[in-house]
T-cell receptor, first 112, second 111 residues
Framework: DSGVTQTPKHLITATGQRVTLRCSPR?????VYWYQQSLDQGLQFLIQ???????AKGNILERFSAQQFPDLHSELNLSSLELGDSALYFC???????????FGAGSRLTVL | EDQVTQSPEALRLQEGESSSLNCSYT??????LFWYRQDPGKGPEFLFT???AGEEKEKERLKATLTKKESFLHITAPKPEDSATYLC????????????FGSGTRLQVQP
């Protein structure tokens, strides 16, 4: 157990729907990162939060949004889902902005 | 834009047959190069961080080295439990500090 908790582990939904993925970072970690992993593209950085504030954006679609709450947990919201959004979504946390990232077990999203 | 290229894409070894995985990178300024191990259906697990050319780090049968353009992960006398995907990532020293990952090398060690 890495200490980073992601829920749900698996999610099956239909095109056009909206889902929320949740992440609780390791105790004491202030930074949360979201990554998407699909078969053809590897791990792609989506977005990073540090102590509640957005710090960096990667290849995140406009249909996707995220936030980090005062208790430091984070949520990734995916809307108007398309078949191509099917992927593993990983959350990672670190103690500071540039420390080693510790990954959760991921949330597997299947869009039918 | 930071880029990481890993080779080979897949590697099949016999137990005890040593080999190396390559990670070539381009980054404006390197803060750190990271190696992770990922088992199927699980999150990446941290192995090493290298910060400067010439640096080496070891853990059990794994040894990571770094030059100014690439990193190698040497696997000595591998065992079947070393089978996994090995991911390389770079972190720039300015701007965005998130890791940029390569596509990984899928290693299979046969008994």
């Amino acid at each position: 157990d890495s200490g980073v908790t992601q829920t749900p582990k698996h999610l099956i939904t239909a095109t056009g729907q909206r889902v929320t993925l949740r992440c609780s970072p390791r105790s004491g970690d202030l930074s949360v990162y979201w990554y998407q992993q699909s078969l053809d593209q590897g791990l792609q950085f989506l977005i990073q939060y540090y102590n509640g504030e957005e710090r960096a954006k990667g290849n995140i679609l406009e249909r996707f949004s995220a936030q980090q709450f005062p208790d430091l947990h984070s949520e990734l919201n995916l809307s108007s889902l398309e078949l191509g959004d099917s992927a593993l979504y990983f959350c990672a946390s670190s103690a500071g902005v540039a420390n080693v990232l510790t990954f959760g077990a991921g949330s597997r999203l299947t869009v039918l | 834009e930071d880029q990481v290229t890993q080779s080979p894409e897949a590697l099949r070894l016999q137990e005890g047959e040593s080999s190396s995985l390559n990670c070539s990178y381009t980054v404006s300024g390197l803060r750190g190069l990271f190696w992770y191990r990922q088992d199927p259906g699980k999150g990446p697990e941290f192995l090493f961080t290298l910060y400067s050319a010439g640096e080496e780090k070891e853990k059990e049968r794994l040894k990571a080295t770094l030059t100014k353009k690439e990193s190698f992960l040497h696997i000595t006398a591998p065992k079947p439990e070393d089978s996994a995907t090995y991911l390389c990532a770079v972190q720039a020293d300015t701007g965005r500090r998130a890791l940029t990952f390569g596509s990984g090398t899928r290693l299979q060690v046969q008994p």
